[in-house]
């Protein structure tokens, strides 16, 4: 078997083979986090270790490019995912036609499961079913995501947990108030997170807090930014010394944007829903970059989050979360340099692609017995 990797990640408006356009030129500023976060530090890893590459983004309206996938000793199934429903039956129907002949001829399908895809009622979570079936081998961003994949995968399928990288190179100080009343609080996310944060912003209350000079600054795109301007609507708010700014994210500026918008904010708000299922096994990746950029986050108690506790805070209830920021704020930029630089090591980008070597030579020697864990802080084989 040729030592080849071939790696698919759909792309909504791009077909064919990629590998020149997203790796050698601008391969980091791709527009998909997960495609920052997985796959590329997947492909350094592959050029390390002498395998040829290929990178395609499958669509049955181009069956052409079935033809040219060639033969792989390994194919890396990046994240599968689109709002589109007529996408949707285009991704699939390519993706798992390639997947198929790839099997047929010995290849070693591995499958990076980074969102709990299954569970859901539509064309992607049919997809997941299919991919998971064809796949010898899972990759996750977290043990959550395993733990919750584990119902619906076969007990001898070898799986793997590596943690997504850190996207802020710098370790940002933390800016200290010294006696400045004024706090800028940021949220970035995706607009299927939108909701956990206006449900977050109407649990802010407290008469305290209205009255301070606060600035809420919103990176996300525009159907977010929707959503958010009518809950900021309530006359509560309307009454308070707040002002709110709206920032579009911007697909081509990442993670350049992020950073900027990061090394402005005083406190992170990143809510979420540690009961949904969709949500529980969330990657580290975005209390990560908010840590690093010197900002105090404020979160939902979410499994991977927990394993940062002793720098952010964490709970559910978020009028009281900001008010305890605000109020030990420098006190906490003090104690949260203690432990900083130790906790956020295991996400380093380079330790995470000398683990993405590691189970590329795992998956090429073919000694997958049984279930393996990668921690990319030490490695351990069970």
Same mark, same amino acid.
């Given at each position: 078997?040729?030592?080849?990797?071939?790696?698919?990640?759909?792309?909504?408006?791009?077909?064919?083979?990629?590998?020149?356009?997203?790796?050698?030129?601008?391969?980091?500023?791709?527009?998909?986090?997960?495609?920052?976060?997985?796959?590329?530090?997947?492909?350094?890893?592959?050029?390390?270790?002498?395998?040829?590459?290929?990178?395609?983004?499958?669509?049955?309206?181009?069956?052409?490019?079935?033809?040219?996938?060639?033969?792989?000793s390994i194919c890396l199934v990046g994240k599968m995912s689109t709002t589109d429903e007529l996408?949707?039956?285009?991704?699939?129907?390519?993706?798992?036609?390639?997947?198929?002949?790839?099997?047929?001829?010995?290849?070693?399908?591995?499958?990076?499961?980074?969102?709990?895809?299954?569970?859901?009622?539509?064309?992607?979570?049919?997809?997941?079913?299919?991919?998971?079936?064809?796949?010898?081998?899972?990759?996750?961003?977290?043990?959550?995501?395993?733990?919750?994949?584990?119902?619906?995968?076969?007990?001898?399928?070898?799986?793997?947990?590596?943690?997504?990288?850190?996207?802020?190179?710098?370790?940002?100080?933390?800016?200290?108030?010294?006696?400045?009343?004024?706090?800028?609080?940021?949220?970035?996310?995706?607009?299927?997170?939108?909701?956990?944060?206006?449900?977050?912003?109407?649990?802010?209350?407290?008469?305290a807090l209205l009255r301070m000079k606060l600035t809420f600054r919103f990176l996300g795109r525009?159907?977010?930014?929707?959503?958010?301007?009518?809950?900021?609507?309530?006359?509560?708010?309307?009454?308070?010394?707040?002002?709110?700014?709206?920032?579009?994210?911007?697909?081509?500026?990442?993670?350049?944007?992020?950073?900027?918008?990061?090394?402005?904010?005083?406190?992170? =708000?990143? $809510?979420? %829903? !540690?009961?949904?299922?969709? #949500?529980?096994?969330?990657?580290?990746? @975005?209390? *990560?970059?908010?840590?690093?950029?010197?900002?105090?986050?404020?979160?939902?108690?979410?499994?991977?989050?927990?394993?940062?506790?002793?720098?952010?805070?964490?709970?559910?209830?978020?009028?009281?979360?900001?008010?305890?920021?605000?109020?030990?704020?420098?006190?906490?930029?003090?104690?949260?340099?203690?432990?900083?630089?130790?906790? =956020?090591? $295991?996400? %380093? !980008?380079?330790?995470?692609? #000398?683990?993405?070597?590691?189970?590329? @030579?795992? *998956?090429q020697k073919n000694t997958m017995v049984k279930s393996k864990n990668i921690d990319t802080c030490?490695?351990?084989?069970?």
């Amino acid at each position: 078997m040729d030592k080849k990797i071939i790696c698919l990640s759909f792309i909504e408006n791009k077909s064919g083979e990629k590998l020149s356009e997203l790796i050698n030129k601008k391969s980091s500023n791709a527009s998909l986090a997960s495609f920052r976060l997985q796959m590329y530090p997947a492909l350094i890893a592959a050029k390390t270790l002498n395998f040829d590459r290929s990178l395609w983004s499958m669509h049955s309206a181009h069956p052409d490019d079935f033809l040219h996938l060639g033969n792989a000793s390994i194919c890396l199934v990046g994240k599968m995912s689109t709002t589109d429903e007529l996408l949707s039956h285009s991704m699939a129907m390519a993706n798992l036609a390639a997947i198929s002949r790839l099997k047929r001829k010995g290849t070693h399908i591995s499958l990076l499961y980074c969102d709990h895809q299954i569970i859901k009622q539509n064309n992607i979570a049919e997809l997941y079913s299919d991919l998971i079936y064809y796949a010898d081998s899972i990759i996750f961003p977290s043990v959550a995501m395993q733990k919750l994949a584990s119902a619906y995968i076969r007990k001898n399928l070898c799986q793997y947990v590596i943690r997504d990288p850190w996207q802020i190179k710098n370790l940002k100080d933390y800016r200290k108030k010294m006696g400045d009343k004024a706090y800028t609080i940021g949220w970035f996310g995706a607009p299927n997170n939108t909701a956990y944060l206006c449900n977050a912003l109407k649990q802010i209350k407290d008469p305290a807090l209205l009255r301070m000079k606060l600035t809420f600054r919103f990176l996300g795109r525009p159907i977010s930014h929707e959503l958010i301007k009518v809950t900021i609507q309530d006359k509560a708010f309307a009454k308070s010394k707040w002002k709110f700014e709206m920032i579009t994210w911007d697909n081509n500026s990442q993670p350049q944007q992020l950073e900027n918008f990061l090394s402005k904010i005083d406190i992170a =708000v990143i $809510p979420s %829903d !540690p009961e949904d299922p969709a #949500k529980i096994g969330v990657s580290h990746n @975005r209390l *990560i970059d908010s840590i690093r950029s010197g900002c105090i986050p404020i979160a939902s108690p979410m499994p991977s989050y927990k394993e940062l506790s002793k720098i952010c805070l964490l709970g559910k209830d978020f009028n009281q979360l900001l008010k305890a920021a605000i109020l030990n704020y420098d006190r906490l930029c003090d104690k949260y340099s203690i432990y900083r630089e130790k906790l =956020v090591s $295991p996400f %380093d !980008p380079a330790t995470n692609i #000398k683990n993405w070597e590691l189970i590329l @030579r795992d *998956i090429q020697k073919n000694t997958m017995v049984k279930s393996k864990n990668i921690d990319t802080c030490n490695p351990i084989f069970l």
